[in-house]
């Protein structure tokens, strides 16, 4: 295996699409190779995930600065590997996981860890002259020949979404095509029902004042309807319920009604079977392990069960999930564990139980488009960047369409 020597690893803060701080990492090698590479941060972050450092300064940023976390990047961690020889991307990710050695990296913070984790792997793609994309698919060792679906978000509420996706769409611009087509039916539906100018949330989407989920379901079939195509034929729904975050007291509150985990498995079952839905995401919360399983059972042949709180990208919780059958599909969020060889494990249990994969964005995300690489290099069967409406969402589907432009490859069909 090649081996790279960092001779420079620099960091500085930057801010994210809602103006709250992140980390930008620089990493050149010696042979002269350089790359940089920017972190997302999330709104609705599970338990389990990888800690951010934040200064905690209410005077700055209401405390959510990242000046302690650039200067453990300038600082001890630059220390530590500046003038080393990695082995490849895992003794590289290794050496950064033992030297902050805190629980869910809270000591160095995951932010600075995965900053150089990623500005890393970019530096040794240069260096080896080799596409992003097909680098990330060498440290899997396997070659990708389709692109990831697109699942574009559509409509949100609270800390929950909707989303679309074009499942008959053979290419990214098509797919893309597509999407603005029903986010412009799904503007004006929203415009004339409501009164409103478009107000849009962290990721892009729309945010209209539903009366209820139900009510955002409905109006997102209907401008499927509106722009002329078909529900579940051409374009379907994925739901983001992010249930962890109105679930309290074995309650899950929910359009002013405190519902019981078997109430709530219910409500998604009925929606399910009345809506053209195919994948749903976080139906429960985080903890509701006694109902997770209920709920494959029920939904899993016509719908994704996909874990975001659940699981955390991190392995212990796959695996706990694989073995409850808990879901089916993993949404891998890179920062959620930190650091690129730990999202690959998680990647890797994922397949090995027949599980899909969606990789997917932060709501605090960059205009770095690595996110779109590493979908394509990973063979992820979906990718959720967000809405078509932002500059750091549109970085990366406008890398999916340059990678389309140099490959040719297909969407992946839906199965």
């Given amino acids: 295996m090649p081996v790279s020597t960092i001779a420079a690893l620099a960091a500085r803060e930057i801010l994210d699409c809602r103006g709250r701080p992140t980390v930008s990492a620089t990493c050149r090698l ?3 190779a350089i790359a940089s590479a920017s972190v997302p941060s999330g709104a609705s972050t599970g338990k389990a995930e990888s800690r951010e450092l934040r200064d905690g300064d209410p005077k700055r940023y209401r405390g959510l600065g990242c000046r302690q976390a650039v200067a453990n990047v300038n600082g001890e961690i630059a220390r530590a590997v500046v003038g080393s020889d990695f082995a490849g991307q895992a003794a590289l990710d290794r050496a950064l996981i033992d030297l902050d050695g805190a629980p869910q990296k809270a000591r160095l913070g995951s932010n600075a860890l995965l900053a150089v984790s990623i500005a890393f792997a970019r530096a040794v793609a240069r260096e080896q002259r080799a596409p992003f994309y097909r680098h990330l698919a060498s440290l899997l060792g396997e070659k990708p020949k389709n692109l990831p679906r697109l699942t574009i978000n559509l409509l949100s509420g609270g800390k929950h979404a909707g989303g679309q996706v074009p499942v008959s769409a053979k290419t990214i611009d098509e797919s893309l095509a597509t999407a603005f087509d029903v986010y412009q039916a799904a503007a004006s539906l ?17 945010a209209p004042p539903c009366e209820s989920a139900e009510a955002m379901i409905r109006t997102a079939v209907e401008a499927i309807e509106a722009a002329g195509y078909l529900p579940g034929v051409e374009v379907a729904i994925a739901l983001d319920v992010a249930a962890s975050h109105f679930y309290s007291g074995g309650r899950y509150h929910l359009d002013g009604q405190a519902l019981a985990p078997e109430e709530m498995m219910a409500r998604v ?6 809506f053209p839905i195919v994948s749903v995401e976080d139906a429960l919360a985080e903890d509701d392990w006694e109902h997770w ?12 069960v996909v874990g975001d709180d659940l699981l955390c990208t991190n392995p212990g919780r796959i695996r706990r999930a694989i073995d409850a059958r808990a879901c089916n599909t993993l949404l891998l969020k890179v920062n959620q564990i930190g650091t690129l060889s730990e999202a690959l494990t998680a990647f890797r249990m994922a397949r090995s139980a027949r599980w899909q994969v969606t990789a997917s964005a932060r709501s605090g995300e960059t205009e770095d488009n690595w996110l779109a690489d590493l979908a394509v290099g990973w063979s992820a069967d979906q990718i959720k960047v967000g809405s078509i409406t932002q500059s750091e969402r549109l970085a990366k589907y406008n890398r999916l369409l340059a990678i389309e432009a140099e490959t040719g490859w297909a969407v992946r069909s839906w199965q």
């Fill in 30 to 32: 010696r042979r002269g």
């Fill in 190 to 206: 929203v415009e004339s029902r409501y009164g409103m100018r478009l107000l849009t949330a962290d990721e892009g989407g729309l």
């Fill in 269 to 274: 079952m009925d929606w399910v079977s009345r």
């Fill in 293 to 304: 399983p209920m709920l494959r059972e029920a939904i899993a042949e016509k719908a994704l």
